[in-house]
């Protein structure tokens, strides 16, 4: 491999590795304050997908608008799904949470099926990104399109953001106070209900904005989620489970190494990211910046 294909590799697996960051810092985010495993985030991701495509061929909102008003959207949803039916199953066994996410993905999806295909005619459709973002940048060693150093640019952004937030202000410290100790939280005053259901709201529209962001390059199709959430997944474990820092560092240095090593060796582009999770349970059970369970 010559350095200029090393180098489009590279690239590559930074654009995969803005999704998952995105992707894994939601899902660390309601893991860590929460203690939910949330199937259902792959499935969240792509409805950001499909509700920036439906904005557009709806109302004619271009990819900017929706940039913004998808992810809130997502975010809302998951508002009322934490409200209605997540917070029920809170003090029981996680396996519920889990069950009651995985069908919340597979009625998701279905229903979004059934939407691209009766009111569009389409099982898959694509999603043109603005003007601006067309085209290619010469950066004097690679040239590479304008769109994806833009994901790239922007998600490092939103996930520095998210981690200054929850780590090193005031919000953030309620925040983890409400999730780690509720009962003192209340006694001073504060509605911890409402600031449990924020968080999760929060987390989903990361998926939301991850999946307006995957639009254009994969295109929208009731199924993108489901083999990315796997791999996010496996960037949580490695990273820790509920650690912002080491999801955003897993996500980003994943996508790049199975980017180089899909490159290199082909066959072990699939599997590469579980032989690395395999390894560092072995060396390291709580992740590489995670804290021990009785730590916590």
Request: proline content about 5%; aromatic content about 10%.
């Amino acid at each position: 491999m010559n350095t200029q294909l090393l180098l489009i590799q590279v690239f590559n697996g930074l654009v995969n590795g803005a999704f998952y960051a995105l992707l894994s810092l939601g899902l660390a985010v309601i893991f860590g304050m929460l203690r939910i495993v949330n199937f259902a985030h792959g499935a969240l991701y792509m409805l950001g997908a499909f509700v920036a495509f439906a904005l557009g061929q709806a109302f004619g909102l271009g990819f900017w608008p929706s940039l913004i008003l998808a992810p809130l959207i997502v975010g809302l949803i998951g508002v009322v799904l934490e409200r209605t039916l997540l917070s029920r199953l809170y003090g029981l066994e996680p396996s519920y949470n889990l069950l009651l996410t995985f069908g919340l993905t597979l009625l998701t999806q279905d229903l979004v099926k059934q939407v691209m295909l009766s009111q569009y005619a389409v099982s898959s459709a694509p999603y043109t990104p603005p003007e601006a973002l067309s085209g290619v940048v010469n950066l004097g060693f690679v040239v590479f399109p304008k769109y994806r150093l833009f994901v790239i640019a922007l998600s490092v952004v939103i996930c520095l953001i998210t981690w200054f937030v929850i780590e090193k202000t005031r919000v953030g410290a309620i925040i983890r106070a409400s999730t780690e100790n509720p009962g003192v939280t209340r006694a001073f005053g504060i509605d911890v209900g409402k600031w449990v259901t924020g968080v999760f709201g929060v987390g989903v529209g990361l998926a939301g904005l991850a999946g307006v962001l995957a639009a254009p390059i994969y295109s929208v199709e009731p199924y993108m989620g489901s083999e990315l959430i796997i791999t996010t997944f496996a960037v949580v474990v490695i990273g820790g489970m509920g650690s912002i820092l080491g999801s955003v560092v897993t996500g980003f240095a994943v996508g790049v190494l199975a980017a180089v090593g899909s490159a290199l060796y082909p066959p072990i582009a699939n599997t590469l990211v579980f032989i690395l999770m395999a390894l560092v349970l072995l060396v390291r059970p709580s992740g590489l910046f995670g804290l021990p369970e009785g730590a916590r």
